[in-house]
């Protein structure tokens, strides 16, 4: 069973010297045995320049991997400092569509338009363009085109020659979609099914017509909403005709209700846009102002109320005691009630 990786400040500092003495080949026996996510958690540690000397020597299906690992802000200024061709060569042409088309969208639209111009394959560019046209929070923002598809004429013989051909395209098949020859979403059908059903019988006797798909337009929030509520680990997407377009996958579905619960722990901390740790000190201050703000004006109006009750404190000055009691009781009831309903 393999170890899990730790990253230490020996181990980034040995990578570092490495990286200063330009020995690509030690380098790359210090990292091959490393998984993309923990390429990705070296990364923070790395100058751009250093970063970039890793990142090129990795092969191409490693390289795209980790790049895909990294937040967001953090990847935007990384492929920013690369030029077009490196990107679309040693990353994009290796990404699955949805993850390609995140990259990419992270980028301006002058080097969006070089990357795809420097990509070889055609259709996988055009997937990707296609993808771009959709909102990121919706369900053809989160779809890759990449999936197993038959007809519902074909026989299992026939299926099973075209899954060995379709799967190179694929990571991970957990369905086999059928659609009839319009195109449109009819069903699918289990591997198991499709392995030990007779290779004669025609694939719409055996199909799975019970999946109910999405429309490019439903939002992020309720596709995670269904993938939860029936434990998918993959859910097709259809045009407003019907016709198959992609596939949202569990790991695409995860992100989405891990922002989800990101958002709503900021809001029940009371901040008003979304932020991150290594955000500016302004942006993390601005965050917070609006309700801190509310917070003064209420302190504000309190502190009035109790003017009015001047002569009852002078005669009874033990009721001073009891002030920061109460203070302290309605902050905890606000926290108490913000957080139920965030929930």
């Given at each position: 069973m393999a170890k899990r990786f730790e990253l230490t400040k020996s181990f980034i500092a040995e990578i570092k010297g490495v990286i200063k003495s330009k020995d690509a080949a030690q380098l790359t026996t210090l990292i091959e045995p490393l998984h993309a996510a923990d390429i990705a958690e070296i990364y923070y540690e790395l100058s751009k320049e250093e970063a970039k000397f890793l990142y090129l020597l990795l092969d191409a299906e490693t390289a795209s991997d980790a790049l895909a690992e990294l937040d967001e802000d953090e990847r935007?200024?990384?492929?920013?400092?690369?030029?077009?061709?490196?990107?679309?060569?040693?990353?994009?042409?290796?990404?699955?569509?949805?993850?390609?088309?995140?990259v990419i969208g992270d980028l301006s639209e002058e080097k969006q338009q070089e990357v795809l111009l420097h990509i070889d394959d055609v259709e996988h560019s055009g997937d990707i363009l296609d993808l771009l046209a959709y909102d990121e929070d919706t369900a053809g923002g989160l779809m890759a085109k990449e999936m197993v598809v038959v007809n519902e004429n074909w026989t299992i013989l026939t299926c099973l020659k075209e899954l060995g051909k379709q799967a190179d395209e694929v990571d991970e098949v957990y369905y086999?979609?059928?659609?009839?020859?319009?195109?449109?979403?009819?069903?699918?059908?289990?591997?198991?099914?499709?392995?030990?059903?007779?290779?004669?019988?025609?694939?719409?006797?055996?199909?799975?017509?019970?999946?109910?798909?999405?429309?490019?337009?439903?939002?992020?929030?309720?596709?995670?909403?269904?993938?939860?509520?029936?434990?998918?680990?993959?859910?097709?997407?259809?045009?407003?005709?019907?016709?198959?377009?992609?596939?949202?996958?569990?790991?695409?579905?995860?992100?989405?209700?891990?922002?989800?619960?990101?958002?709503?722990?900021?809001?029940?901390?009371?901040?008003?846009?979304?932020?991150?740790?290594?955000?500016?000190?302004?942006?993390?201050?601005?965050a917070r102002l609006p309700w801190l703000?509310?917070?003064?004006?209420?302190?504000?109006?309190?502190?009035?109320?109790?003017?009015?009750?001047?002569?009852?404190?002078?005669?009874?000055?033990e009721m001073v005691f009891f002030l920061p009691l109460i203070a302290a009781m309605g902050g905890n009831v606000g926290i108490q009630s913000s957080a139920i309903i965030v929930q």
């Open positions: 935007e200024e990384f492929l920013e400092f690369l030029p077009s061709d490196v990107i679309a060569h040693q990353f994009i042409d290796n990404m699955d569509t949805d993850d390609a088309a995140d086999v979609y059928v659609v009839d020859d319009d195109e449109k979403f009819k069903g699918i059908v289990s591997l198991k099914k499709m392995v030990t059903t007779h290779k004669s019988t025609r694939v719409n006797n055996i199909v799975e017509t019970d999946v109910i798909p999405v429309t490019t337009s439903t939002s992020a929030v309720e596709v995670s909403q269904i993938m939860e509520k029936y434990d998918l680990v993959a859910l097709p997407v259809v045009d407003s005709i019907g016709r198959l377009l992609g596939r949202i996958t569990i790991d695409d579905i995860v992100d989405v209700i891990r922002e989800e619960a990101e958002r709503d722990y900021q809001l029940a901390s009371g901040l008003s846009e979304d932020v991150e740790y290594s955000d500016a000190l302004f942006r993390l201050s601005r703000f509310i917070g003064l004006v209420g302190g504000i109006l309190g502190s009035m109320v109790l003017t009015g009750f001047e002569e009852s404190f002078a005669n009874h000055p």
